[in-house]
């Protein structure tokens, strides 16, 4: 109650001072009219601009600085012309510079933007959310990016085929675009009219300087654009391209004796094939057969103790490709803890590891597959000129079968079934494009599970609904979703589900939730609700709620760490709009949250405000402080009763300097603590970054990590007729350091390399079982075993509960050790527009040990003993046709 008030209390504000203020500055739209060129006319992309094909427009130039003192003339200035004809579109940019051998031509791979660079961003669709981006360094090195949701999300995988050169002289630099129709999205008309915009970064001042204005408080980037006019009778192009590739792959590994499976190397060679076909100009269907996913960055080293899955990125090249037509996040707030996460579109369940495993007897040996294949995969997307946002992706994974060998003879038995997973998106555009409606649909489908499988969802299905309107320039807004999950199996499938972490039906002391060992179907429900205003004005704000009903289930083919659950959240930030003495930015930022479950229980309060800071002289800072007086857990129990936790403080900060300069430092703290000292952990990650020459660039960042919970979950012991909760006090140390290394030899050969080793030790300690889990005091929560209740034999605690002299019950020592070191050197040759050859040597050592040893002795046992690690070395080569 008190967080609605304070809640109410801070929109009212916030409100009233917006009133308060005048109303929004009307800024006019500028124009750029550009000319076809005529056929005796041409250009030569090399960056220098002298053909006379240019002289048929003249230059525009009047830009304005964005950063860091918006509306202010630029210490440079900038001019451009755009010419067409009837395939592509040509550009040249001027970036007038007094002092030439300043101009910064940092090297770097496709889309770094390393050093000065420069931006046309087309709103070719004329739907003031979605922009096509080409941006160019002085050094020559191309950046693209596909923009959505008005330039809030981008997607630099995107990589069309353009050329562009650049060039340096005596007044600054310049570069020239060619870039074909057949890469842009636009409807069929006699007179085009697009969104226009062009952005200059000056490096060694860190300024920002754009052609059309945008005010720092605007509330979006695309739907402030400027207006491109003159494109007369462009005929919509069909894109058309086809990329066959090729890989051969040698595997080592420690050989394992007598396991036919482990000999100590494999050999494999493989291709298939990627299309893409225009249907319309607007309209693209993708195709993949038999994918290439293997030439991917490994996933960083990670251990979660609360039992929840991990979140990790998307790396696969089809599936990252376009990924914001299919975004769908259940809760996406300005707030935080709404478990952002959280899609109903996961897309590295398509072609996960295989989730069976076969029934073995000693002496049996098991080659089990690492991922499930993709036998294929289509996907129709694109946008059309009347606001349809369109996304359909239809996915077929394979039978996959592990061997199973006894003496020579060998049998098979399937761990992943034909699997087949559909997703549809759905978004129109209306109201001036103020205002969009969208759907969203996703399909889990497995046929003839066997006995073995049949824990797996025979189908799961997930449906949606979500809309955004904007008002008053965009400034204000409402939005939000509604979706429904099913899923459908046996009743082991649904029965696990229930018992799952993400569910547990089973806790203990619930009155709203019980597990029905019958049931063949679960149907859930979830959502979120929020209003803010994000423009105008140094204040923003956003409110508004989430909720998971107990049975939704989004895992098939989504992400969810959690489900019933509830949450109220209030967000309100206040930004400075022009620098000072001190600072060129500076934002400051208050949250709450307040959540219950579906049984009415209030579980967790949180508060927390923070700051970020851009000093004068480009540093960066940030400082972050959290309370939480209220706090109750469902799940740490692991389907036990709630779990009272004691109130917490918490805090974060941070420094970074000036990434301009040839050596950037950076360190960030965290910390937090029980009120009662029942736990608290501490992160502390330094970080260097180093480029001494423009082509070279060399970074680390080493961090440590402790850990101290004294009721860190154990076990579940049926003792009795009751049920015994093991808790123990866990004390973890974890160290890391992500290390890389980036040559870049010209902008299409680059070798890059990333490594991490990773050690963590757990040691627990002082056994007790939790006797009243609501109680308010620590102490009253918990009963200690004490040291003649506990023996230890055989990596097993055994208890002795009445103290005679035998074991009433026992668990396996929970204490761990695990040290991993994973890395990639990869060489990257784009020997022509779209086509590439790969070289690439994977590595990774993952191993057990000591948890008391320590960090550094396992470190040293393990990453510099007689292991021996599995490498991979693998050669890829891709083909771009262009039709």
């Known amino acids: 109650m008190k967080a609605t008030i304070t809640s109410i209390f801070l929109i009212v504000s916030a409100q009233l001072y917006v009133h308060a203020q005048d109303s929004t500055t009307v800024i006019p739209k500028r124009i750029y009219t550009t000319k076809a060129l005529t056929s005796e006319n041409g250009l030569y992309i090399d960056g220098i601009i002298d053909e006379e094909a240019w002289n048929t427009v003249d230059w525009d130039s009047d830009f304005i600085e964005q950063q860091p003192n918006e509306n202010t003339a630029p210490d440079h200035q900038t001019k451009f012309k755009i010419v067409y004809d009837k395939n592509y579109i040509y550009v040249a940019i001027r970036c007038i510079d007094a002092t030439p051998?300043?101009?910064?031509?940092?090297?770097?791979?496709?889309?770094?933007?390393?050093?000065?660079?420069?931006?046309i961003f087309f709103d070719s669709y004329s739907d003031k959310r979605t922009s096509f981006n080409f941006i160019v360094t002085a050094a020559g090195v191309k950046g693209d990016e596909f923009s959505t949701n008005n330039g809030n999300d981008s997607d630099e995988s995107w990589n069309p085929i353009w050329y562009t050169k650049t060039s340096i002289d005596t007044e600054g630099w310049s570069a020239e675009m060619k870039i074909p129709l057949s890469q842009l999205k636009f409807g069929k008309s006699q007179e085009q009219e697009w969104g226009l915009q062009l952005m200059r970064k000056l490096f060694r001042e860190e300024e920002r300087s754009i052609w059309q204005r945008v005010p720092q408080d605007t509330p979006g980037w695309t739907s402030e654009f400027g207006v491109l006019k003159g494109l007369i009778n462009i005929e919509p192009q069909k894109q058309l391209e086809i990329q066959p590739y090729t890989i051969a792959k040698f595997e080592t590994y420690e050989a394992e004796p007598g396991n036919p499976f482990k000999k100590g190397n494999d050999t494999k060679f493989t291709g298939g094939v990627d299309a893409k076909i225009g249907i319309t100009n607007d309209l693209t269907l993708d195709?993949?057969?038999?994918?290439?996913?293997?030439?991917?960055?490994?996933?960083?080293?990670?251990?979660?103790?609360?039992?929840?899955?991990?979140?990790?990125e998307e790396q696969r090249p089809f599936f990252v490709e376009n990924k914001n037509i299919f975004d769908y996040r259940v809760s996406r707030s300005e707030a935080g803890n709404t478990f952002g996460s959280d899609n109903v579109f996961y897309s590295r369940r398509i072609g996960r590891s295989p989730q069976g495993y076969p029934k073995t007897t000693d002496g049996e040996f098991v080659n089990h597959p690492e991922n499930t294949e993709i036998i294929g995969a289509a996907k129709f997307s694109g946008k059309t000129k009347n606001g349809w946002s369109i996304g359909v992706l239809e996915s077929v994974t394979a039978k996959k079968y592990a061997v199973i060998d006894n003496n020579g003879a060998q049998r098979k038995e399937l761990v992943e079934p034909l699997t087949n997973y559909f997703i549809g998106r759905l978004q129109k555009d209306f109201n001036n494009r103020n205002t969009f409606v969208g759907g969203m649909f996703t399909a889990t489908n497995r046929n003839n599970l066997p006995d073995n499988l049949n824990f797996l969802h025979e189908a799961a299905y997930t449906g949606g609904f979500d809309f955004k309107h904007q008002w008053n320039d965009r400034d204000w807004y409402l939005g939000g979703n509604l979706l429904f999950s099913h899923v459908s199996g046996s009743t082991e499938a649904i029965t696990r589900t229930q018992q799952s972490i993400t569910h547990l039906f089973q806790r203990a002391s619930t009155s709203y939730l019980n597990v029905d060992e019958n049931a063949t179907s679960l149907t859930g429900t979830g959502g979120n609700m929020q209003l803010g205003k994000v423009g105008n004005g140094h204040w923003k704000f956003e409110t508004g709620a989430t909720w998971r009903s107990p049975e939704l289930e989004l895992n098939d083919v989504g992400f969810q760490r959690q489900a019933d659950d509830l949450r109220h959240y209030t967000w309100v930030g206040y930004q400075t709009l022009k620098p000072d003495n001190t600072f060129r930015r500076v934002g400051i930022n208050y949250n709450h949250w307040s959540v219950w479950d579906f049984g009415g229980n209030h579980n967790n309060l949180r508060f927390n405000t923070n700051s970020w800071q851009n000093w004068k002289n480009?540093?960066?800072?940030?400082?972050?402080?959290?309370?939480?007086?209220?706090?109750?857990?469902?799940?740490?129990?692991?389907?036990?009763?709630r779990l009272r936790k004691s109130s917490e403080i918490s805090y974060a900060n941070g420094i970074e300097s000036d990434g301009r300069k040839k050596l950037q430092l950076s360190i960030f703290q965290s910390g937090t603590k029980g009120v009662d000292n029942s736990y608290k952990n501490y992160e502390i990650e330094f970080g260097v970054r180093y480029?001494?020459?423009?082509?070279?660039?060399?970074?680390?960042?080493?961090?440590?990590?402790?850990?101290?919970?004294?009721l860190q979950f154990v076990d579940n012991i049926a003792y009795n007729g009751g049920t015994k909760y093991i808790n123990g006090t866990v004390d973890q140390e974890t160290i890391s350091m992500s290390l890389r290394i980036n040559y870049t030899i010209n902008p299409n050969l680059s070798i890059q390399y990333w490594g991490q080793p990773f050690v963590s030790n757990g040691v627990y300690s002082n056994f007790k079982e939790i006797a009243n889990p609501l109680a308010k005091n620590f102490e009253d929560r918990i009963t200690s075993y004490t040291p003649n209740q506990v023996s230890f034999s055989d990596s097993r605690y055994s208890i002795d509960e009445d103290i005679d002299g035998s074991s009433d019950y026992s668990f396996e020592n929970p204490d761990f050790s695990f040290t991993q070191f994973r890395s990639n050197l990869v060489v990257r040759w784009e020997y022509k527009p779209g086509s590439e050859i790969f070289l690439v040597w994977s590595q990774d050592l993952s191993s057990g040990g000591n948890p008391n040893d320590g960090l550094f002795a396992t470190l040293d046992k393990n990453l510099f003993g007689d292991l021996q690690p599995k490498n991979i070395f693998l050669l890829k080569a891709t083909y771009r046709f262009v039709f």
């Open 287 to 312: 195709l993949t057969i038999n994918p290439d996913f293997g030439q991917v960055e490994a996933d960083p080293s990670a251990i979660a103790l609360d039992g929840f899955q991990i979140f990790f």
């Open 691 to 710: 480029q001494p020459i423009n082509a070279l660039s060399i970074s680390a960042y080493p961090s440590y990590g402790t850990n101290k919970d004294q």
């Open 618 to 641: 480009n540093w960066f800072s940030n400082v972050s402080f959290n309370y939480a007086p209220t706090q109750y857990d469902n799940f740490a129990l692991r389907g036990g009763p």
């Open 101 to 119: 051998e300043k101009i910064v031509k940092r090297l770097s791979r496709r889309d770094g933007f390393e050093g000065d660079w420069v931006g």
